[in-house]
């Protein structure tokens, strides 16, 4: 064990980044160099191909990458927001609570950090991990969420090597209000006529045994040709940045899921939201402010949301009365 802490404190050493984080700073700044020495670090990493992935009981891969970038944002957060008042959910922080399976436990635990602090941080620290770990892909990220009293105050999905405009990076960044792409404001274009007509990612993850309620993507499917399933159990991309691109319009519009962990959906919904489209559960109610009483626990013992939307307003409408 102490070998093992020897190894991961020099690979650290070697490959972390270390934060632009000063008191005099915006919250909001202080979060994006956070992020942003998380997607430095995972460049890193990868850079040298020093991967070390393992697949973990629900069958996803944690690499050296996801544990470093884990150690820097604990030994940052609390240098951000203060600790009395802070939680932290993430993937890797919740694997030593989801390893007791036991159900209770673990939604009592994600329901009192949402709860009981006025800071609660939601973080993915190394979303799409098979397509990372192949060297090839570059469909990954690293994403956050801060939650000010269950309302979001800022989120951050930093992609150093995924292309949206030409700049060969995707830095999404919302905050109360308005959302930026690689720091230039992401102007709404509701005429285009990609937000009328529907293309529809169903998210499929088999794996959580989370299925959509009363056949609800067979209506979907039926209802609008535009319409596909994906499965990331399968395809080796980052399904935050798969939500939060709908914006832009590039091959879809609008993204639905039967049920996803806080950390892989609600960096996303939030972009989405900001950018003035809507990010509902199934049943219409709205995301935000985040409800924990919304969280449930699925067969492999992971805290998720139901089912939500991401769409443009006019294909929201058409959704939720197909849903209804």
Not at 205 to 223: A, G, T, W
């Amino acid at each position: 064990m102490l070998k093992r802490k020897i190894i991961f404190s020099a690979l650290k050493d070697r490959f972390g980044v270390r934060p632009d984080i000063n008191s005099l700073y915006t919250l909001e700044y202080n979060v994006f160099s956070l992020v942003k020495a998380a997607a430095d670090t995972m460049l890193n990493v990868r850079k040298n191909r020093h991967f070390l992935a393992q697949t973990k009981d629900d069958k996803t891969i944690v690499t050296i990458a996801d544990l470093i970038i884990e150690s820097i944002v604990n030994d940052w957060i609390y240098k951000i927001t203060p600790e009395k008042n802070t939680g932290i959910i993430s993937e890797e922080g919740f694997d030593h609570i989801i390893k007791q399976k036991n159900s209770e436990i673990i939604l009592e635990t994600t329901r009192k950090i949402l709860n009981k602090n006025k800071y609660s941080w939601i973080i993915d620290n190394l979303d799409g991990t098979r397509g990372y770990s192949s060297g090839v892909e570059t469909s990954f990220c690293t994403a956050t969420l801060l939650l000010e009293n269950l309302q979001p105050r800022c989120a951050v999905i930093n992609a150093p090597v995924y292309d949206l405009d030409g700049t060969r990076q995707t830095i999404l960044e919302a905050n109360k209000e308005e959302v930026f792409l690689n720091k230039k404001p992401v102007k709404q274009q509701r005429s285009n006529i990609y937000t009328k007509k529907a293309s529809i990612i169903l998210h499929k993850e088999l794996s959580r045994n989370v299925q959509y309620p009363d056949n609800f993507d067979k209506k979907i499917k039926r209802k609008f040709s535009g319409a596909f399933y994906e499965d990331y159990q399968k395809r080796p991309r980052s399904a935050i940045i798969r939500a939060a691109e709908i914006i832009f319009g590039n091959s879809f519009n609008t993204y639905i899921t039967p049920g996803d962990h806080l950390w892989d959906i609600l960096p996303a919904a939030f972009i989405v939201k900001q950018f003035g489209w809507k990010a509902t559960y199934l049943d219409g109610s709205e995301v935000f402010p985040l409800d924990p009483k919304k969280i449930f626990i699925d067969n492999l013992y992971n805290p998720l949301l139901p089912g939500i939307i991401l769409a443009p307003p006019e294909i929201h409408k058409e959704i939720l009365n197909l849903s209804n």
